[in-house]
């Protein structure tokens, strides 16, 4: 049974560990952890399986949202990794739904992702209604899920100083 939950202290070695797992290199763990130390996060979850065997808690899955700096209530999603023997579960699925209602909830108006289209649109991601935004990963790649009831006045996008890093 998969339990998400906001990430504590005690997880952020094996986030670490999970995240160069999932993308078989380093670098997007160090992104996580620029992004924690800079404070640019909004919400950093984590999914865990009960260990049957030992009885443990196993992190099989983390996402962050962070803030971007914009004159409206704007989070980019980036990265969502699942530990690669649990993929293709449903657990990148639901760390995604989760954290947008968490967003949703606490009156968050849009969310931006880099990603492929087709799996983020299933979400609702659209590259639609992220078009009008202009920032430093406008492209065909770059997608936004309004949350709010209308799409906030365009205007430039600036992410957090840990993604230009990673270039
Ligand atoms: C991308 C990722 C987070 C998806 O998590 P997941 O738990 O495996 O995904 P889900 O089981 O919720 O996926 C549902 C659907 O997404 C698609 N999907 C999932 N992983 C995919 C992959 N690696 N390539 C292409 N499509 C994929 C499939 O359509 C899948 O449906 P299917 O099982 O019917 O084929 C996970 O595969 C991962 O950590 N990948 C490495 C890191 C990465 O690329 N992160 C995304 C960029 S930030």
Partial sequence: M???????????????????DAFGQSDEAQLVDDLRQNEDIAYSLVA?????????????????????????RALAL??????????????????????LDCARADG??????????????KFGFSLGDAEPYECDYSGPHFMAILLGKVLPQPSRLIYPKAFLDLE
């Fill in 108 to 121: 968050f108006e849009i969310v931006f992702v880099l990603g492929n289209p087709q799996y983020y649109s």
């Fill in 48 to 72: 865990e399986i009960a260990d049957t065997i030992n009885g443990e808690h196993l992190l099989v899955g983390h996402i962050v949202l962070s803030n971007l700096q914009a004159p409206y």
């Fill in 78 to 99: 980036a990265p969502v990794s699942v530990l690669s023997s649990f993929q293709r579960q449903g657990i990148g699925s639901a760390l995604i739904l989760a954290a």
């Fill in 2 to 20: 998969i339990t998400i939950r906001a990430e504590q202290r005690k997880d952020i070695a094996g986030v670490r560990s999970l995240i160069s």
